[in-house]
């Protein structure tokens, strides 16, 4: 670690952790309502806006090739600046071409960003204090999340601000903190030099087919429950705000916990909870006819995403050092060949018959259950996983 107390790797991290949520919660819990009354979308429209911002994690692999020019480091604050650019850009073009274009912007930094700070975490924490670690960083966004999402409310509802000032807000601050950070923060070292090539490894396969599931199960939750609310229920920006604000507030609790009990169990048992409580959840989203049920869906649903610690924490423990950043990159575009599939091809689905959307969601839970049962109780480097396909 640096010599510096406060300009370390942990708190660079940490301030990364904060401008990520500033600007990507912006953009999203304005989203629906933003585009439902300037753009006149319907939930096809919607499932298309989701696909095309879900093309650069698709692209995601194309990070190894950047990083033979510059450091991760430099790269994470180049995705942040790209990533509040575009979210500082989004409330001057509402229309189909201008959302799709400064959303297709805002995500190329949202995505390779994503990418890199999970690299970084991987390689800069060591393995018994990941995480814990995770969930703490979960916890600092929760608490970025909810400043926007009181600003939010408090600019809309008490002073009328419009969308096109909110979103100029947020990106802009997004950047100035960028900028303040990239120039005062030392460039670090990572512990082991890292594989820049594309590769597919087969001890790796678990890992590859769980982080492709909770693609599709993410896409489900982020772009689907999400307009369930406004659509169906005809929550306001507010009512989003506030349901988001509930959300965060719960996280900034239960994140930290869950990383220590994810570390305590260990991820099988981690990932089990998880996706039993997910098939739960898909089927009674499935069949909510009352707003304040479905609010309250949504709020459980969220907490298990911090579940998803326990993917991460069983590749650092079963990957080769050096195999991190590259795998990553690649992982991401697997999960995001879902991502891309899912709003879109679902949002068509949508249209003929909304419950079916989320009990494919149930099924894809089931699926990620039978799978996480695969993984051994001490993973490591040699014993990926219980059952393989070798004779």
Same mark, same amino acid.
């Given at each position: 670690m640096h010599s510096n107390k406060w300009l370390n790797e942990r708190s660079m991290l940490m301030i990364m952790s904060v401008i990520m949520p500033l600007t990507f919660s912006t953009w999203h819990?304005?989203? =629906? =309502?933003?585009?439902?009354?300037h753009a006149a979308y319907t939930g096809a429209d919607i499932g298309l806006l989701q696909s095309v911002r879900e093309i650069p994690g698709f692209l995601a692999f194309t990070v190894i090739l950047v990083l033979l020019i510059i450091s991760?480091?430099?790269?994470?604050?180049?995705?942040?600046?790209?990533?509040?650019?575009?979210? !500082? $850009?989004?409330g001057f073009f509402p229309s189909s071409i201008g959302l799709l274009s400064t959303t297709f912007i805002m995500s190329i930094g949202f995505h390779y960003f994503e990418t890199i700070?999970?690299?970084?975490?991987?390689?800069?924490?060591?393995?018994?204090?990941?995480?814990?670690?995770?969930?703490?960083?979960?916890?600092i966004s929760s608490l970025s999340a909810l400043f926007v999402y009181a600003s939010i409310w408090l600019l809309m509802e008490q002073f009328s601000i419009s969308y096109q000032w909110i979103y100029l807000l947020s990106g802009g601050s997004g950047l100035i903190l960028v900028i303040i950070t990239t120039i005062f923060?030392?460039?670090?070292?990572?512990?082991?030099?890292?594989?820049?090539?594309?590769?597919?490894?087969?001890?790796?396969?678990?890992?590859?087919?769980?982080?492709?599931?909770?693609?599709?199960?993410?896409?489900?939750?982020?772009?689907? !429950?999400?307009?369930?609310?406004?659509?169906?229920?005809?929550?306001?920006?507010?009512?989003?705000?506030?349901?988001?604000?509930?959300?965060?507030?719960?996280?900034?609790?239960?994140?930290?916990?869950?990383?220590?009990?994810?570390?305590?169990?260990?991820?099988?048992?981690?990932?089990?909870?998880?996706?039993?409580?997910?098939?739960?959840?898909?089927?009674?989203? !499935?069949?909510? =006819?009352?707003?304040?049920?479905?609010?309250?869906?949504y709020i459980i649903d969220h907490l298990f995403f911090a579940m998803a610690i326990a993917i991460k924490t069983y590749f650092q423990k079963i990957a080769d050092p050096a195999d991190i950043a590259a795998t990553l990159g690649v992982s991401f575009t697997i999960n995001h060949i879902a991502a891309v599939i899912v709003p879109a091809s679902?949002? $068509?689905?949508?249209?003929?018959?909304?419950?079916?959307?989320?009990?494919?969601?149930?099924?894809?839970?089931?699926?990620?259950?039978?799978?996480?049962?695969?993984?051994? !109780?001490?993973?490591?480097?040699?014993?990926?996983?219980?059952?393989?396909?070798?004779?």
């Open positions: 819990v304005l989203l =629906n =309502n933003f585009v439902i009354e991760e480091q430099l790269l994470a604050m180049i995705s942040l600046a790209l990533l509040s650019i575009g979210v !500082a $850009l989004t700070r999970q690299s970084l975490i991987l390689q800069w924490i060591p393995k018994s204090k990941t995480a814990v670690f995770m969930g703490k960083m979960l916890a923060f030392p460039r670090f070292k990572t512990p082991v030099e890292q594989t820049k090539k594309l590769f597919l490894r087969k001890r790796y396969w678990l890992y590859y087919i769980l982080v492709f599931l909770s693609g599709a199960r993410r896409q489900i939750f982020m772009v689907f !429950a999400g307009f369930l609310m406004v659509e169906k229920f005809h929550y306001s920006v507010a009512n989003i705000s506030l349901l988001f604000l509930v959300n965060h507030l719960i996280n900034l609790y239960v994140a930290p916990k869950i990383g220590q009990i994810i570390a305590k169990i260990g991820e099988r048992n981690a990932l089990t909870i998880e996706y039993c409580g997910l098939i739960l959840i898909f089927s009674c989203y !499935a069949m909510v =006819n009352d707003a304040n049920f479905a609010a309250i869906l679902f949002g $068509l689905i949508w249209l003929v018959n909304p419950s079916l959307v989320f009990w494919i969601g149930a099924l894809i839970a089931f699926l990620s259950l039978i799978l996480s049962r695969n993984i051994p !109780a001490s993973p490591m480097l040699g014993n990926e996983v219980i059952f393989s396909f070798k004779k």
